[in-house]
């Protein structure tokens, strides 16, 4: 299994950036797709998941009702929309896949990982 995170990039607060994780090769249908972030100097933190068994999401407190997830099946891709992006929200992102049932929020849960792409919010 193979995942590639693009979509990062310069935005300034308040605006919206879109990442994707593209997967390909043989990924189970059951267990979760993960967004995870580390900003300079912090550990590699918990963003969203997506089941793939049966689409139930989980957001992680600092970015609910700013942040979604979800997936497109035709193009065996996962999207994280971030809307009204703070600077804290600045950091490397990566997308990862689990087997696990139950959208864990543990990094150690997660055996494929992307190579993570860099989101800077800053006017």
């Known amino acids: 299994v193979q995942l590639q995170a693009s979509g990062g990039g310069l935005v300034q607060p308040g605006n919206s950036l879109r990442l994707s994780c593209a997967a390909s090769?043989?990924?189970?249908?059951?267990?979760?797709t993960g967004w995870f972030r580390q900003a300079p100097g912090k550990e590699r933190e918990f963003v969203a998941a997506f089941s793939r068994s049966d689409g139930v999401t989980r957001i992680a407190d600092s970015v609910r009702g700013r942040f979604t997830i979800a997936r497109d099946n035709a193009k065996n891709t996962v999207y994280l929309q971030m809307n009204s992006l703070k600077p804290e929200d600045t950091a490397v992102y990566y997308c990862?896949?689990?087997?696990?049932?139950?959208?864990?929020?543990?990094?150690?849960?997660?055996?494929?990982w992307g190579q993570g792409t860099l989101v800077t919010v800053s006017s």
């Open positions: 990862a896949a689990t087997p696990s049932s139950g959208l864990p929020s543990n990094i150690w849960a997660y055996n494929y």
């Open positions: 090769g043989r990924i189970s249908s059951d267990g979760a």
